[in-house]
Structure formats: C-alpha cells, structure tokens
C-alpha cells in the first residue's frame, strides 16, 4: 500500500514538473515574484515545504545622500532565485525512490533490482553469494536490456570463482573445485577457461593419485625404495597439495612403516621358545605397532596368533592340575587384549586357587589369610552357569567356605594365645581341639595345637631353668653341679629341653675346667724345666672327652716333638763330628739313623747327600793317582 502511494505521488509530481515547464515557456513573467508565482502550481506549494518570501522591511530613515532607486530591482531578484531554486532542490529530493529492499526480491520483482541485488550479495566474495548472484542473472538472453551490465558482473564473479576453485584444487579438493566451476553458466566470458582448468586440473589429481597408488602398494609390501622413488616424483608435480602435503605425509608414513616392521621384526625375535612369558613379551612389542600402519594387520595376526597359544599352553596346565601354572600362563596375555570367555574363566579361577593357595602358605593365622579366602570366593561367584569350570567351581567353593570357617575360628584362638599366658594358652588349644579330622583345616589346627603345647611347657619348666640359672657360679664346682641338677629335671620331650641341655653342658665343662686346669698347670710347670716326658706322663691324666683334654694332647704333642728334636739333635751333631775329621761314611752311617717323620729328617737327609758327593770326590781323587781300580774296603774312614 505504501507503495502505491509512493508511485502514485511520483507520478503527480511529475505531471506538476511538466506544467510548471511549460508554464516558463508560455509566458514571461515581468518580475521574479510573478515568474515564480505563475511557474509553480498552487497544488506543489501547497505539498511543498512553504517558501516564505520575506517583504521589505521599511527603509531607515533617509539619509542626506540615499542610494540610488536602480538597486532595489536587482536585490528583489536575487532574492526570488535563490528560493526558486531551494523548492525545485527539495521537490527533487521527495521524488528519489526509497532504496530496494534485498531481502524480499521475488520472481515478480523488476530485472533491475534483481541485478542489484545480486551485485550486492556477490560484494562479499563468498562462493555461496556468487553462485546464487549467478543464477540470478546467469540465464538472461542477449536481447535483455540489462545483458551488457549482467555481463561484465557475470565475468567478473566467473573471475572470482576460478580463484576460489583453484585454492581449493590446491588445498587437495577436487570435488569442491569442480563444484565450483560447476556454478559458472555457459554463457560466461570465462567459461571455456574455467572448463580448460578443471580438467587440466583433473589430470593432475590423476597423476598425483597413481604415484601415491603406487607409494601406498610399495609400502604394504616393504618395499622402502621402491616408495621412496615415489617421493621424487611427487616433488616433480605442479600442485601444490602433491607436491607438498602428500609428500610430506608420505615421507612421514615411510618413517612410520618403517619403524613399525622392525617393531614386528622385533616381536617376532622375542619367540626364542613356546613359553607363556616369551610368547607374552612378544605379545607386547607387538601391540607397540601403530594401527595406522601396513605393519599392523601382520602385527595383529601374530598377537591373535600368540594369544591363542598362551590360552592353548594355559589350557595343557589346567587339565593338567596346576590351576595356578594355567593362570600365570594366561596373566602373561596384555591386560588390554579381550580374553575369550573360556580364557577369562581360567585366569579368574587360577587367580583364586593362587589367593587360597597363599592363604595355606602360612601355618600361623593371620588377617590376610581370611581376606585371600574372601577373594577367592568372591572370584568363583563370578564364574557364570553357562562356562566349563562352573562345575569345579561350586565344588571348590563349598571347600573354600569350610577354610574360611575354620580360618576365623583359628584366629580367634590365635588371639587368645598371643596373651602369652597357660591359662590362654589353654584356652587356645581347646578351641583348635574343635577342628575335626575331616575339616580342610585339620593339619593347621594341630600344627597350632603342637605350638602352643610347646608355649605351655615353657612356661611350666621356666622355673627350674631360672633356678638353675640363679645357682650356677662359674667359680664354685658345688654350686655348678646344684644348677646342673636343677636344670636335668626338666624332662625329655619337653620344649625347654634343648635350653636345659645347653646350659648343662656349658656349666658341665666350667666343671671339668676347674678339676683338671691344676694337672695342665703342673704338667707345663714340669715341662718348662726341661722335663718332658714326666710332663708327658702328668698331662695324661686328662681323660678323653673332657674339655681341657684338647689342650692337653696338644701340650702332650709339643713335648714329645721337643724329645725327639733333643734326640735328634744329638745324632746329627755326632755325624757332623765324624764329618768333620773326613770319617764320611762313618758319619753318613751315624746321620741315617734318624728315619723319616723325626724332626730333623730333612736336614739329616741334605747333609748325608753332601757328605756323599765329598767322599766320592776323594775316590775319584784315589783312583786317578793311583791309576788302579778303587777298592772301597781300602780305608774306613772314608
């Protein structure tokens, strides 16, 4: 409506332009008042802002000498234009059209506006905005009015879009590109360009996809320099996304291919023997392959590979009996690898006997063999009907509670125990007492019992140790053999037996120390003199098995050696006599009396061989001067 009323007062006022025209050409106006009085309608005045034409104001007062009548025309005139020419400014101004309004352009809308607004929305350059701008205007024929202006607009944003399909073609966007230059109208001055680059383009793309084709089947292969030919040909290629980006991934990808076959490599070398722990290291090189890698699919299989035969070796040791061997062989499996039900069962149920096991360990009770019990059981609750050890499960599980039951109840005798009193002590054993032979705990409760037993015992023959203890004196023989009487009443058997029997035979020896040190003192008195066989005779009165009767055959072994040296010393120096007035044989014959194992053996021995060599020197001596066979009856002396 308010349009309407726009186009409506256009028209009006147009028509009114058109009469005040050719009202200024029909008549003229002798003054400016009236040319403008009868050049511009009532109708516009009126519609017009008012154009006061403001009277004269009275003359000043006259002067002697007034101005001259002819100036006041020009002044009127001067006056009327200017106002003429502000109406017909303003009355230009209301007939300007309001501006188009974008936003609500339709089909019906005119040509022109539609080419407005479509220069409009192609200022902001995106692609969005040019390819709606095209075809808007893209379709309009030769003959249209406005075919030149949409023209150079249509250029010019064909222009544009190249730009924009070549940066995309560049980033490593085919598909875009193409959508792009799919938005340029036949009809464009630059569409034949736009088609020559997008195939051009295209062929690129092409031979950029073979080499990296090409470079991807080499690797999958490992065959590294096959690839890294590869990398020269994309650095020959004109596009920047070959050239640059898919050579630097694909140098980056080779690095990594790389690595990852010698981390497979490397797993593989790990297998030097079928063991769960071998085979589960290896495992784990093996998971440190990038997924993104070639490597990986070889690396996976050898992990599945590897898994299934921890699993086989941990199903051999459960069949076997060694739940606990079974789970250890399952636990070498990465946590991160997902067991197959029959697998987890097995580890959870080798994990449990393993905590029981632990909980059996120990013959004395303590907190952490209840809580290994309890995790036990609470392993074996979670082994579900449906799986193979279900079965064995319930069975072990009843067992298992019947530990626990007994367990508690040790722990509580335990308790009282530690106390340390008979009374507790007692106590103790009478509840473990409580613990029948046909409870899975039978042999703890006795190994306890049998321990406990020996606590009272202790405590009942303390006494007589510590009264033993209070009599012995190390220096009185009476008083030691009191405390050994004391300390022999505690009985065989008992557990204070061993202590007893230790101080006994400490206190026995101080005893046979104090008897028989006075002998060893008079036989060493009596061998300091010189008296060695005496001494001999002294010492022997030490009996075998009595503590000084080392020392006394030691003493007793000294002396006789010092005899024997006395002896043969005296033999030695007779031999030395004779030697020394040329009786050598005499004196070889008085040195060889003394036989082997006496002291100066040895030395007899030395001087007998030089004697020996000396006497045959004076016979070969004899026997040269006298030119005649030696006789050695000749003369004894020699």
Request: charged share 20%.
């Amino acid at each position: 409506m308010a349009k309407k009323r726009w186009w409506k007062w256009r028209q009006e006022a147009k028509l009114n332009w058109n009469d005040i025209v050719d009202t200024a050409e029909e008549s003229q106006p002798t003054t400016e008042a009236d040319w403008l009085q009868s050049a511009v309608p009532q109708s516009i005045v009126n519609d017009a802002m008012p154009i006061a034409i403001p009277e004269p104001e009275p003359a000043p007062p006259a002067k002697p000498a007034s101005p001259t009548p002819s100036v006041w025309p020009w002044l009127l005139s001067a006056l009327t234009i200017c106002s003429a020419t502000g109406g017909l400014a303003f009355l230009w101004l209301a007939m300007l059209p309001p501006p188009t309004d974008c936003q609500n352009i339709t089909r019906l809308s005119a040509d022109a506006e539609r080419l407005y607004c479509a220069q409009q929305a192609a200022q902001s350059g995106e692609v969005a905005q040019l390819a709606t701008s095209l075809s808007e205007i893209g379709a309009w024929p030769a003959t249209h009015p406005l075919y030149n202006e949409a023209q150079k607009a249509i250029e010019t944003w064909s222009n544009l879009l190249i730009g924009d399909a070549k940066r995309a073609f560049n980033q490593g966007n085919i598909q875009r590109a193409n959508e792009i230059i799919g938005y340029i109208p036949t009809n464009s001055p630059r569409y034949k360009e736009a088609q020559t680059a997008i195939a051009d383009w295209r062929k690129q793309w092409q031979q950029g996809q073979y080499i990296y084709n090409v470079a991807q089947t080499a690797l999958r292969n490992q065959k590294w320099d096959e690839a890294s030919a590869q990398l020269s040909a994309l650095a020959e290629l004109d596009n920047p996304f070959w050239r640059e980006k898919r050579l630097r991934d694909l140098s980056e990808q080779l690095v990594l291919e790389r690595k990852a076959w010698q981390q497979v490599i490397a797993a593989r070398q790990a297998v030097q023997a079928d063991t769960p722990q071998n085979l589960g290291a290896a495992i784990t090189l093996a998971l440190e392959v990038d997924r993104d890698s070639y490597a990986w699919v070889r690396a996976k299989a050898d992990v599945d590979r590897w898994t299934n035969r921890i699993v086989s070796i941990g199903w051999q040791q459960w069949k076997a009996g060694n739940r606990i061997a079974a789970a250890g062989a399952i636990e070498q499996i990465p946590k991160s690898i997902a067991l197959n039900p029959t697998a987890r069962d097995m580890l959870v149920f080798g994990q449990a006997q393993a905590r029981v096991s632990e909980a059996q360990s120990e013959w004395k009770p303590a907190l952490s063999q209840v809580v290994n019990l309890l995790e036990g059981i609470t392993a074996l609750h979670r082994i579900e009907p449906g799986s193979a050890f279900y079965g064995q499960s319930r069975q072990d599980l009843q067992n298992w509670k019947r530990q626990l039951e007994d367990v508690t109840r040790l722990q509580y005798a335990n308790l009282a125990a530690s106390l340390g009193q008979k009374s507790t002590l007692e106590m103790a054993i009478a509840q473990a007492s409580q613990i029948t032979p046909t409870r899975p705990r039978r042999q703890q409760a006795q190994t306890l019992t049998a321990h406990w037993q020996n606590q009272v015992e202790r405590i009942e023959d303390r006494p007589f140790i510590l009264r033993a203890q209070a009599m012995a004196d190390p220096d009185s023989i009476p008083a030691l053999k009191g405390a050994i009487a004391e300390a022999s009443q505690v009985a065989l058997g008992r557990s204070r037996r061993v202590e007893a029997q230790t101080l006994i035979a400490d206190w026995t020896n101080q005893v046979e120390r104090l008897e028989d040190q006075p002998i060893l003192d008079e036989a060493r008195s009596i061998a300091n003199r010189g008296r060695y066989s005496q001494a001999i005779v002294v010492a022997s009165r030490i009996q075998s098995g009595r503590v000084l009767y080392g020392e006394a055959r030691s003493d007793i072994r000294r002396w006789r050696y010092q005899i024997l040296l006395a002896q043969d010393r005296s033999i030695l120096r007779q031999a030395r006599a004779l030697a020394s007035v040329d009786s050598l044989t005499l004196a070889i014959n008085k040195a060889s009396q003394i036989p082997p194992g006496r002291p100066l053996y040895g030395q007899a021995q030395a001087e007998i061989a030089q004697w020996a060599i000396r006497r045959q020197e004076i016979w070969d001596m004899w026997a040269a001067e006298s030119g005649s066979s030696y006789d050695d009856g000749y003369d004894e002396s020699y």
